[in-house]
């Protein structure tokens, strides 16, 4: 099990969302993947859509307009 | 505890302030809004006709002239530039636009100055405004104008404006993905 950072601060949507897809492609159920964001919109679509495709999500909120979104792979 | 603790943890500023409203919310939000426009003004809501009202109006401060361009030139348009800025239900709009959306994002304690990533980011924003600003002024109206405001008032024009916003969309995330991926 391990843990991976992907940091999409700056990035506008749809960005966030695409990269952390393409990541998880590449991980093993169990590994958690941690994504820092600070475009709102991420923070509703990436959670939305990890949580449709069945992994377990939590959201952090790090600072003022600061996320950082948790997502366990589950296969 | 500290009063802006309490609050943070209010159920009912967790609802109104903090969260994203409902998409449904928002819709019927739009469409009331959009009825009071219509009555009140007697014009549906636009946004981006505005902005070129404040470019005419900037350039004339600066002590340029937009009487011998055509889009000014326009009697309906003409008016709104003459009436000036106080007078124009559209600029107060706008304004209220901005003041809301920063109201809402400071309420939210969700205000960040976020840092430009890379050049690319910044050629693509510059070149993106500037299209979506020509384009919808060529197609006499934004995706407000044009394709809300023109469905909303039953015109067969808005829904062609949604055939080619979709297509695009469909360009745009595809060049999206192939240079900031």
Redesign the interface.
């Known amino acids: 099990m391990k843990e991976v950072e992907l940091d999409c601060m700056g990035e506008a949507c749809p960005i966030p969302l695409v990269k952390a897809q393409k990541k998880l492609e590449t991980m093993d159920g169990g590994d958690i993947l941690l994504v820092l964001i600070d475009h709102s919109c991420a923070m509703k679509n990436l959670p939305e859509w990890a949580r449709k495709a069945g992994h377990n999500v939590e959201i952090e909120e790090l600072d003022d307009g600061e996320w950082e979104v948790v997502i366990e792979k589950v296969v | 505890m500290k009063l802006t603790e309490k609050v943070s943890k209010n159920q009912y500023y967790k609802i109104w302030f903090k969260d994203?409203w409902p998409y449904i919310t928002g819709a019927v939000l739009l469409s009331l809004f959009q009825i009071i426009t219509f009555a009140t003004t007697g014009n549906p809501w636009g946004v981006s006709g505005t902005l070129a009202y404040w470019g005419a109006w900037l350039y004339e401060l600066l002590g340029g002239s937009v009487e011998k361009w055509y889009y000014f030139s326009r009697a309906g348009v003409n008016a709104t530039l003459r009436n000036g800025f106080l007078s124009d239900p559209g600029s107060m709009r706008n304004l209220g636009l901005i003041a809301g959306a920063l109201f809402s994002?400071l309420i939210a304690?969700?205000?960040?100055f976020?840092?430009?990533?890379s050049w690319k980011?910044v050629i693509a924003a510059v070149c993106g405004g500037l299209l979506m600003g020509y384009g919808a002024r060529i197609a006499a109206g934004c995706n407000i104008g044009a394709f809300f405001s023109g469905i909303s008032s039953l015109s067969l024009s808005g829904w062609v404006y949604a055939v080619f916003l979709f297509l695009g969309a469909m360009v745009g995330?595809k060049l999206?993905?192939k240079y900031?991926?």
Do not use: P, R
């Open positions: 994203a994002v304690s969700g205000f960040k976020k840092k430009i990533k980011q995330s999206l993905v900031f991926m």
